[in-house]
């Protein structure tokens, strides 16, 4: 007899499920799919519901936290379980987590701040913000969303994922006119040729900042890592002290994830 077994270990039989649980799951899909805040109609539509039956699983989804509602526009987003959530898977990736201690360390050796960041639907989101011995006046932290266009950040995150990969919000943040998008090419360029970018005294006065990216065995982005600093204090040379340590950094971080995953300690990613 073909099939998997079931919860009591019988094959051949198709393991139960919570119907009401399944339909929810269909409403947090939709949302996570389009990747910005619908609209109650909308919402339900993606999930392929009539809004009449989508409309108790939204009450409960946003009674648990799952679900959080503009009280001015009515648009749904992701509530602060679903935030939980995501944390806590991002806590187990092993990018992640063999990033934190090196950023850790490289913020002490630099004296500079460090910011972990990974893909978002907006841009680049920080989700992790090691602050250090120079003083710095700017508004980063965990949550923070950096601007595809004007940040070492945001350039990295364009430069090493394949255009047909970006989120529809990022194109919307590409430059208008055709003179400013070939000068952000210009700068793709030479974030691939140095393989970090930097900004200098942009988008803040004073302050700042290089970019390294970290990669899996497969190539593909994983995290970067920000350093930023006083643009007195931060050396942006490609050659400098601070660039060659991030990269350092990233490499060794790229290294460690590598190792664990031929160990099989993390399993095959996309399984």
Same mark, same amino acid.
């Given at each position: 007899?073909?099939?998997?077994?079931?919860?009591? +270990?019988?094959?051949?039989?198709?393991? &139960?499920?919570?119907?009401?649980?399944?339909?929810?799951?269909?409403?947090?899909?939709?949302?996570?799919?389009?990747?910005?805040?619908?609209?109650?109609?909308?919402?339900?539509?993606?999930?392929? $519901?009539?809004?009449?039956?989508?409309?108790?699983?939204?009450?409960?989804?946003?009674?648990?936290?799952?679900?959080? &509602?503009?009280?001015?526009?009515?648009?749904?987003?992701? +509530?602060?379980?679903?935030?939980?959530?995501?944390?806590?898977?991002?806590?187990?990736?092993?990018?992640? &987590?063999?990033?934190?201690?090196?950023?850790?360390? $490289?913020? %002490?050796?630099?004296?500079?701040?460090?910011?972990?960041?990974?893909?978002?639907?907006?841009?680049?989101?920080?989700?992790?913000?090691? %602050?250090?011995?120079?003083?710095?006046?700017?508004?980063?932290?965990?949550?923070?969303?950096?601007?595809?266009?004007?940040?070492?950040?945001?350039?990295?995150?364009?430069?090493?994922?394949?255009?047909?990969?970006?989120?529809?919000?990022?194109?919307?943040?590409?430059?208008?006119?055709?003179?400013? &998008?070939?000068?952000?090419?210009?700068?793709?360029?030479?974030?691939?040729?140095?393989?970090?970018?930097?900004?200098?005294?942009?988008?803040?006065?004073?302050?700042?900042?290089?970019?390294?990216?970290?990669?899996?065995?497969?190539?593909?982005? %994983?995290?970067?890592?920000?350093?930023?600093?006083?643009?007195?204090?931060?050396?942006?040379?490609?050659? +400098?002290?601070?660039?060659?340590?991030?990269?350092?950094?990233?490499?060794?971080?790229?290294?460690?994830?590598?190792?664990?995953?031929?160990?099989?300690?993390? +399993?095959?990613?996309?399984?």
């Amino acid at each position: 007899m073909d099939g998997a077994a079931d919860a009591s +270990g019988q094959p051949g039989r198709a393991s &139960r499920g919570v119907q009401s649980v399944d339909v929810a799951a269909r409403v947090l899909q939709a949302l996570a799919q389009a990747r910005r805040a619908l609209g109650p109609g909308d919402l339900a539509a993606l999930a392929g $519901l009539p809004p009449a039956q989508a409309h108790p699983y939204l009450v409960s989804l946003t009674r648990l936290g799952l679900l959080k &509602r503009d009280p001015m526009s009515g648009d749904y987003t992701p +509530g602060p379980m679903t935030l939980r959530l995501a944390l806590l898977h991002l806590e187990n990736d092993p990018a992640y &987590r063999a990033a934190v201690p090196r950023v850790v360390a $490289l913020a %002490r050796e630099t004296g500079l701040c460090v910011a972990i960041c990974t893909s978002a639907p907006q841009g680049p989101l920080v989700v992790h913000f090691e %602050r250090a011995a120079f003083p710095l006046h700017v508004n980063l932290h965990v949550g923070s969303v950096m601007s595809l266009t004007t940040t070492s950040t945001g350039r990295v995150f364009c430069a090493f994922t394949p255009q047909g990969q970006w989120p529809q919000a990022w194109r919307e943040q590409m430059p208008a006119s055709p003179a400013e &998008r070939d000068r952000f090419d210009v700068l793709l360029d030479e974030t691939r040729a140095q393989g970090a970018s930097r900004s200098v005294n942009t988008p803040s006065p004073s302050v700042s900042s290089l970019c390294a990216p970290v990669f899996d065995a497969s190539g593909r982005l %994983r995290l970067a890592l920000t350093a930023i600093g006083p643009t007195a204090a931060l050396d942006v040379a490609w050659d +400098g002290a601070a660039a060659k340590a991030l990269r350092a950094t990233a490499s060794a971080i790229a290294a460690q994830v590598d190792v664990r995953d031929e160990d099989g300690e993390t +399993g095959k990613e996309g399984a």
